[in-house]
Nanobody
Framework: QVQLVESGGGLVQAGGSLRLSCAASGGTFTTYDMGWFRQAPGKEREFVAAIRWNTRNTYYADSVKGRFTISRDNAKNTVSLQMNSLKAEDTAVYYC???????????????????WGQGTQVTVNS
């Protein structure tokens, strides 16, 4: 079972930047698709970004495309989310997730991720 620990959340003004990191342990990180999801108060958890374990192809929600960048460092077992041009609507708890099984399904689907971090709060003041 892989353990995931997020860091880097905080309070920022609109237009600012934050970088979230997720450290993985206890598994074979290099073979996991990794994703970031977020959940705002009163809303369902939604997909933000993901990166494949083999091709390193990246995927983004339309709402963050061009502003957020996901990356991974397999040597350090970490995945990061660089968030620029932050908006008030980006305010949410951000979760790192791992998809440890090789399955054929959209990488954006939260239900296919089987390991989750505890989440880190991101608050953007307008």
């Amino acid at each position: 079972q892989v353990q995931l620990v997020e860091s880097g959340g905080g309070l920022v003004q609109a237009g600012g930047s934050l970088r979230l990191s997720c450290a993985a342990s206890g598994g074979t990180f290099t073979t996991y698709d990794m994703g970031w999801f977020r959940q705002a108060p009163g809303k369902e958890r939604e997909f933000v970004a993901a990166i494949r374990w083999n091709t390193r192809n990246t995927y983004y929600a339309d709402s963050v495309k061009g502003r957020f960048t996901i990356s991974r460092d397999n040597a350090k077992n970490t995945v990061s989310l660089q968030m620029n041009s932050l908006k008030a609507e980006d305010t949410a708890v951000y979760y790192c997730a791992a998809r440890t099984k090789i399955i054929v399904s959209p990488i954006t689907r939260a239900g296919d991720y089987d390991s989750w971090g505890q989440g880190t709060q991101v608050t953007v003041n307008s």
